[in-house]
């Protein structure tokens, strides 16, 4: 009896582990560097201009983003990525900005060296628009 669990157990150890094996490798951190040439928002966060690196890992249900500035005072930043999807190999590294009235806003990060597109949150305009509105209206009750 004894011998028919330490199978089993065995068994279910190594069938684990060949589970795991895949998913670890496939989970490695991508890494790079870009240089940003003026201030951006991105999602919540307010990045100055600067040289950064980053690394992109899986946690959990979302991938991270993990920004750290090179030059300066070495700022850094985690940015979680609202959704990812595969690139095309002929395509450039480009991050995508939107211009809204709080500023310029990170949308899309493509890294084709990767073969994936990050997705990040940007504000819609039709809420900025509203919030600048009621700011104002605001002001001129007072």
């Known amino acids: 009896m004894n011998s028919i669990r330490r199978f089993v157990y065995a068994a279910v150890l190594v069938l684990s582990a060949l589970n795991l094996a895949p998913n670890l490798a496939s989970a490695q951190d991508a890494a ?34 993990t920004l750290r500035k ?24 480009r991050l995508f900005l939107v211009s809204r009235p709080g500023g310029s806003f990170v949308s899309t990060m493509q890294l084709p060296q990767f073969s994936m597109t990050l997705h990040f949150a940007v504000p819609s305009e039709t809420l900025e628009v509203a919030q600048s509105v009621a700011t104002s209206t605001a002001s001129a009750a007072r």
């Open 70 to 93: 090179v030059d300066g005072n070495g700022v850094g930043f985690i940015l979680l990525v609202t959704d990812t999807e595969s690139a095309q190999p002929s395509d450039d590294n």
């Open 32 to 65: 790079g560097s870009f240089t940003l040439t003026h201030e951006v928002r991105w999602q919540n966060a307010v990045v100055p201009a600067g040289k950064y690196r980053f690394t992109i890992g899986a946690s959990g249900p979302s991938d991270i983003l």
